[in-house]
């Protein structure tokens, strides 16, 4: 007896598992997802100020360390920083100005979202967002004095790639790139 019972409530749980939904057609293809960088940092040799960059990414220095190329080659992305001191307050805000400029040309009329982020060492810094973007991100820092700091992330992968697929590398170079700005500072 025990043994027909047994075989009535396993049909009767199949039966209840064909609910008639359309389960039976394939999902949509998923997209593959890049494995991310760690969040691990470093200081940047070379570099005019202290800047820290991602352990795993390669990073170039040219022109007395005044421009800065972090490389993340399994996003196939870049961030180009570069270091503008100024000897003037003029010559500050014009370096200010110019960086400002060049963010808004770079955005092509895209929306953007502005974030501030204050650094240990007496910066202060506007990141610009347009996700899904070429330059999906972009900054610019100054100390008030005598520095301008900016940047902009190329991220080649964004052009031809559903968005959905790059939003977590999207996210883990925002994550660098907030890391960076927050730890701007000088050499003791």
Known sequence: MSRIVFCIIAAAGMLCSCTGADDSTPRRRGYPRLPLYDSCYARVDGAALHLEANCGAD?????????????????????????????????????????????????????????????????????????????????????????VVSGALQLNAASGSAYDSIRPVEAALRRDIVHTLSRLGFDD
Do not use: C
């Open 59 to 147: 990073v170039t220095t040219d022109s007395a360390g005044r421009w800065i190329t972090v490389r993340y080659p399994l996003y196939d992305a870049a961030l180009y920083v570069t270091v503008t001191p100024a000897a003037t307050a003029e010559a500050l805000q014009a370096a200010i100005d110019n960086r400002r400029e060049r963010i808004r040309l770079n955005l092509g009329g895209r929306e953007a979202t502005t974030s501030h982020i204050s650094s240990d060492g007496g910066f202060e810094a506007a990141l610009v967002e347009a996700p899904g973007a070429g330059m999906p991100l972009q900054f610019v820092a100054t100390d008030g004095s005598g520095y």
